[in-house]
């Protein structure tokens, strides 16, 4: 008979690095992997995705800063480049040279940008609902507001406003992940405008081509913003991976959290028998 599969427990704690105070929740030991969240959420997103890896791997979840628990940065304007230093910052405090990489929308901007600049301290890459950010899409972005970017009104109903501009990427009748969204919005403040239109400051057609990382780029089919950009992503980026998830939403690592540690790690598992 075989004996139940044991999921270690989520720990929290903060790290000091040059570019802000980063809140971090991490469970397992073994092989580094480093989870990056979408705008505006949290290391919340990854919170039943965390421990399933855990039962494999070193699993860290870490907020970006400004958003969650982590700080502002200190003395740098918000960008993806920046994100990503603060990102390696938190491997170098916890003694980590190499790590898998995993991001979702945000998150996979940031982890791409990883792997263009430092590609030693990537063992594999994994992007999930990436975006494709090129001349276009920043013309474009310019004319319109972003999902998130919700004026605060006294009678509070902004709230109702962020609940229901995110309704329909959701599961329908799901109210905890949309509350969880919710909670992240609000906490965020400015930040979860902001986030995306740093995503659409990213000169992405630039740093693409320098991705050398072994790669999967995962495409949730119900995301209608990252969708369509998934064959893009992969196309740029040699040897990758295109994987399609059928039902996966916009909230996919907490609509369907084994689904998405299964991913993960069946793709980190090839590569680490690989090596």
């Known amino acids: 008979m075989h004996s139940p599969q044991v999921t270690p427990q989520t720990q929290v704690t903060f790290v000091e690095t040059d570019f802000a105070r980063v809140h971090l929740a991490s469970a397992g030991d073994g092989a580094p992997v480093l989870l990056l969240h979408q705008t505006p959420r949290s290391w919340d997103e990854y919170r039943d995705v965390l421990p399933l890896l855990g039962r494999t791997y070193r699993t860290i979840a870490m907020d970006t800063p400004g958003f969650g628990d982590s700080g502002n940065l200190r003395a740098h304007r918000p960008s993806i480049e920046i994100w990503a230093r603060t990102a390696l910052a938190v491997l170098d405090t916890l003694d980590i040279g190499a790590a898998t990489i995993v991001g979702h929308h ?121 969708y369509p950009a998934a064959g893009r992503v992969a196309a740029a980026i040699s040897g990758s991976v295109l994987r399609e998830v059928a039902e996966a939403m916009v909230p996919f690592p907490d609509q369907m959290p084994e689904t998405f540690a299964a991913i993960v790690r069946e793709f980190v598992d090839r590569q680490n028998r690989r090596n």
């Open 106 to 226: 945000t998150g996979a901007a940031i982890a791409l940008e990883i792997a263009a600049c430092s590609p030693e301290r990537v063992s594999s890459l994994v992007l999930s609902a990436c975006p494709f950010v090129d001349q276009a899409r920043r013309q474009d972005a310019g004319h319109r507001k972003t999902v998130d970017d919700v004026d605060v009104r006294a009678d509070g109903s902004h709230v109702l406003e962020f609940w229901k501009r995110r309704q329909p990427l959701y599961p329908e009748g799901d109210t905890d992940l949309l509350g969880r969204y919710v909670r992240d919005a609000l906490r965020a403040g400015p930040m979860a405008a902001e986030g995306h239109r740093v995503v659409n400051r990213y000169v992405m057609e630039e740093r693409i081509g320098l991705v050398r990382s072994p790669t999967l780029v995962i495409a949730p089919c119900r995301d209608p913003h990252a």
